[in-house]
Nanobody, 122 residues
Framework: QVQLVESGGGLVQAGGSLRLSCAAS????????MGWYRRAPGKQRELVAT???????YYTESVKGRFTISRDNAKKTMWLQMNSLKPEDTAVYYC????????????????WGQGTQVTVSS
């Protein structure tokens, strides 16, 4: 069994910063692409940023220049540094990863974390 656990959410004023963490644990052989998604109240879940195993990143337009995604493969951890936060960034943030387990080295499963709330006040 594998799982992703997010942490670092909270309440912050507009213009402030937060750093989200996503730690993978369990019987992990390899972690492929990872990413952060968010779901704002009344809206569909949207992609925020992704990072490949080799470190190539992608950001949705609305967070470019403000958010930075990173990962440490040895620690099986991913982060999302969020700066210059805006009220419209308020959402539940989810981490996502493609993970191959010790019992199936070449089969990648899509795993989701439980989510962490980020609230930005104006």
């Amino acid at each position: 069994q594998v799982q992703l656990v997010e942490s670092g959410g909270g309440l912050v004023q507009a213009g402030g910063s937060l750093r989200l963490s996503c730690a993978a644990s369990g019987s992990i052989f390899s972690i492929g692409g990872m990413g952060w998604y968010r779901r704002a109240p009344g809206k569909q879940r949207e992609l925020v940023a992704t990072i490949t195993g080799g470190g190539t990143t992608y950001y949705t337009e609305s967070v470019k220049g403000r958010f930075t995604i990173s990962r440490d493969n040895a620690k099986k951890t991913m982060w999302l540094q969020m700066n210059s936060l805006k009220p419209e960034d308020t959402a539940v943030y989810y981490c996502n990863a493609n993970i191959a387990t010790m019992t199936a080295h070449y089969t990648y499963l899509e795993v989701w974390g439980q989510g962490t709330q980020v609230t930005v006040s104006s």
